[in-house]
């Protein structure tokens, strides 16, 4: 299965997943409507794959810190303001 193939698949699991949705915003917007929410999700869907993806590849590659160190302020000289 190509690529192709893997993105056919899961377009058809996304709007299986989600056909209760899309039929309600058909019946209170219209099939137009609906077919631009679709393409909406799946334009998401595809970005947040893409970047969760690279930041994986960034990660993976060492080129993101994962932990910082962590530097206690220095007490400041004046007394904190009381709150009546």
Known sequence: MGVAGLWC???AKIIS?????????AQQRGARFATMA?????????Y??????????????????TRREIVPLEPSE???????
């Open 38 to 46: 679709v393409s909406m999700q799946l334009g998401f869907y595809t």
């Open 9 to 11: 698949a899961g377009t």
């Open 48 to 65: 947040s794959g893409f970047a969760f993806g690279l930041g994986r590849l960034r990660c993976a590659a060492g080129l993101v810190q």
């Open 78 to 84: 004046e007394p904190a303001p009381e709150s009546t």
């Open 17 to 25: 997943l989600n056909d209760d949705f899309f039929r309600f915003l």
